[in-house]
């Protein structure tokens, strides 16, 4: 998480899209790998993925700061 953090450098917003965007990228291709057999995991994957670049954001920018 660290390394995430020192890689967004404060261009956390712009950054998280395109990773963002990355991974909506790659479970679609996954997706369509799988023929749609493992949508809900890919899609659960991608989510908490997601969740994590959205979380290392809000620790960058101070508005989560570390309990």
Same mark, same amino acid.
């Given at each position: 998480? #660290?390394?995430?953090?020192?890689?967004?450098?404060g261009k956390g917003s /712009?950054? %998280? @899209?395109?990773?963002?965007?990355t991974i909506d990228a =790659? %479970? #679609?291709? =996954? /997706? #369509? &790998?799988? +023929?749609?057999? %493992?949508? +809900?995991a890919i899609d659960s *994957?991608?989510?908490? *993925?997601? @969740? &994590? &670049? +959205? @979380? %290392?954001?809000? #620790?960058?920018? +101070?508005?989560?700061?570390?309990?």
């Amino acid at each position: 998480m #660290d390394t995430l953090k020192g890689m967004l450098g404060g261009k956390g917003s /712009d950054i %998280a @899209d395109k990773l963002e965007g990355t991974i909506d990228a =790659a %479970a #679609d291709k =996954a /997706d #369509d &790998v799988t +023929g749609g057999k %493992a949508s +809900g995991a890919i899609d659960s *994957a991608a989510e908490k *993925a997601k @969740d &994590v &670049v +959205g @979380d %290392a954001v809000e #620790d960058d920018s +101070g508005e989560n700061p570390p309990e």
